[in-house]
């Protein structure tokens, strides 16, 4: 089947139309950010207190800190990881499958590169938002002990690109919501509850161990944790930073073929 | 049990025909089954619970030692062990008579097509509650299989855990349902979330709620999934006594009083 | 330069894998005109219309848009088309007035000018009022013509419409058709499908039938008419005989005889003398009916079944 043709010889995106799907993803978001504030914001801080305070006064210090400040940086990388996957999920599926925007936008100058490259960089000002926000939070809980801190919000932006390219391609090819459950399941949680946030994946038996590096996941909270308490990370910086960006290349590419795939029908 | 006998107590009290009830329980089943990955969804619901245990009961746990509740001193993962069951309960519940069921009511339009059949408000409330009871059901038995198994609880707690599993599931059942038919919009499902989650992290889950401050602890000792997490916890690794019976009762009343609001607000909704 | 064609297409086919759905047509629209598809569903016209709208690749064939080639020149192509789709794809998370502006930034409208352009277009398409709301709320034909006036955003030199009026009500149809007639008096180009005859011949200057994903007729409704049909139609309708049974004895009354399950069209120069012929020759019939010959007939005609689907 012949693919749609705009990336014959032609530039893949447009930086004007880009910001066009930016902008209208913007305007839908401005309607409804109120419900984000839980997801984004609160359910972090929650957790912190739960974990950090509540169980972590009774684990006591991990690698030379206390529990609260172990987990702030994987907490952060884990919000951006869960607010990709899941901006990524329904509300893309639903924008080919209810809504039919991509289809209104398919009939415009707009490319499917475009398209692609418009809602990521919605999910890195979602993501950003709600960094920022927990990064204040955590510095008033005093979890923030290093001068690289302020590089986390870069990192959770390439972890959220991480996470939500390859996303978009599976909520473009999926026929039914139902998948999003599993990828849930099977991916999201697991990459939360085993992937460095909550203890070292050191912990984990050495077979399983292999399955944490393949998360984008475990990659951000390394790098966080870095960032905000000094020490070095278990790979070399570049190591982490080339998987997140394979993840995000590889992704950005499955999505725009997904995408295409999709509109072509 | 218990759900029967409640559905049979109300069911006396407001005339439903039990064939009609199972009707509406078929209808999910058929539902449920022409969904394309049916069986991974189904077996999926299963894993949650699973993975919580082991990664914050065993993971973070190795770091936590042990842990003194109620008198007794555990490891953290047994600590843990039966809140993520009554967690699982809690969720398998709400999952299904909030989401789904607002779904259901106000854009699916499912229950205006069930209505227009002799099958009554009262009935379609019983039916998903049971339901969701069927779904909660077989995530929280096998989850106690596996807590069994583990060592994690003892035969008899464990059979003493399920039942108890099943009042915390017609609980929140009946509570997220009267909660659907009061909720606005989407919006207010954010707010529910949030609601959720809170309980699902302090209601005394992963750490005791002797750790919280006095004006905490008592805010939280009225909340229900403490009194699942104390009901469920007190059956499996102890302490028993006639403080569970404390526990189920709290229970039985918040199930009967959201099950009356459910039933009539769904009236008013859908008969108007 | 009137004589360069907006549209130009020479043996086009697409083909899903072993299913073709355009089989080999030739095409071309001038500039002004307004054309129609018309045939029953699946005969291949909103794959020609996605073609012609760029979003979907011939699998063969030359296609030319404005001169270009939409292999190439997609978003160029694009950039000058307005589409108004079969289904209504209208945001359901933005008001009215942001439908339109949105829209107007995928073309890369500065906003004021966007905001202009759609208050000017909300007052055509008779939305003014409704420019803050939302657009669940809207009937069906406001929604079209929320649709189409989204579709004129960019000032096109061609506008597609598939299926425009598919499932309106006869009011919001003749208010929609109506506008698009104001539309073609300023010199629009528009390309529509539709499978109803009486659109076809309201707006069409020029029309071609499809069939089986090829052409099987073309030209003006009225020139159609009187090629493929005879000027009037007498529809007879009987009690117990079975209208193949009935078209038997009527054979010879009229040009043509056609027998339909639920009665039977005689086509006829003069349908008073072809129902007066039938009367004499066969039973009673239950009802007659004299008409003025339609695109339907055409179409029955060429394709020997009726719309009704």
Known sequence: MAAVGDARGARPVSPASTLAVLER???VYRRVWRGSVFSGF?????????FGIGVGGRVGQVGGVDYLAWIVPGVLAATAFQTAVGECAFPVFGDFRWTRAYHAMRATPVRVGDMVAGWLLYIV????IATAAFLLVSALFGALRSPWAPLTPLVCALVALAAAAPMMGVAARVEHDGWFALVFRFVVIPSTLFGGVFFPVERLPAVVRPLAWLSP???????????TLGGVPPWPVAAHLGVLVAFAAAGAVLAWRCFSRRLED | MTMMAAARVAGRAAGVSPGRVGAVIARNVGALRSGPAYWWVLLSGFFEPVLYLLSIGVGVGAMVGTIEAGGRVMSYAAFVAPAMLAVAA????????TFNFFFKVKYGRTFEAVLATPVRPVEIALGELGWAMIRGSVYTGAFIVLLVATGLSSVAGGL??????????VAFGALGMAASTLMRGWQDFDLMAAGQFALFLFSGTFSPVGDYPAAVRALVEALPLYHAVELVRGLTVGPGGWALAGHAGYLVVLAAGCLAVAARRLERLLCR | MAEQPLIFARGLVKRFGDFTAVDGIDLSVAPGEAFGFLGPNGAGKSSTMRMIGCVSLPTAGELRILGMDPARQGPAIRARLGVCPQ?????????????????????????????????????????????????????????????IARALVNEPDIVLLDEPTTGLDPQARHLLWERLFQLKRRGVTLV??????????????????????????????????????????????????????????????GRRVDALPDRVLVYAEDGDAAAAQAHERGPAPASVLVRRSTLEDVFLHLTGRTLVD
Request: with cysteine; glycine share 8%; net charge negative.
């Open chain 1, 25 to 27: 993803a913007l305007t």
């Open chain 1, 125 to 128: 000002v979602r993501v950003e």
């Open chain 1, 42 to 50: 609160l359910f972090p801080v929650m957790f912190l207190v739960a």
């Open chain 3, 87 to 147: 289904l209504d794809n209208l945001d359901p998370d933005l008001t009215v007035e942001e439908n339109l502006i949105t829209y107007a930034r995928y073309f890369g409208m500065p906003r004021g000018l966007a905001r202009r352009r759609a208050a000017e277009l909300l007052e055509f398409v008779r939305l003014a009022d409704r420019a803050g709301g939302k657009v669940e709320p809207l009937s069906g034909g406001m929604k079209r013509r929320l649709t």
């Open chain 1, 217 to 227: 996941l475990w990659h951000g909270a390394e790098l966080n944790r870095a960032a």
């Open chain 3, 192 to 253: 529509l499908t539709t499978h109803y005859m009486d659109e076809a011949e309201q707006l069409c200057d020029r029309l071609v039938v499809m069939d089986g994903g090829r052409i099987v007729a073309q030209g003006s409704p009225r020139a159609l008419i009187a090629e493929h049909s005879t000027p009037e139609v007498v529809e007879l309708r009987y009690g117990q005989e079975s209208p193949a049974e009935v078209a038997v004895k009527l054979a010879g009354v």
């Open chain 2, 160 to 169: 003493l855990a399920f039942p108890a599993t099943m009042l915390v599931g």
């Open chain 2, 90 to 97: 809690m969720s398998g519940a709400l999952a299904e008579t």
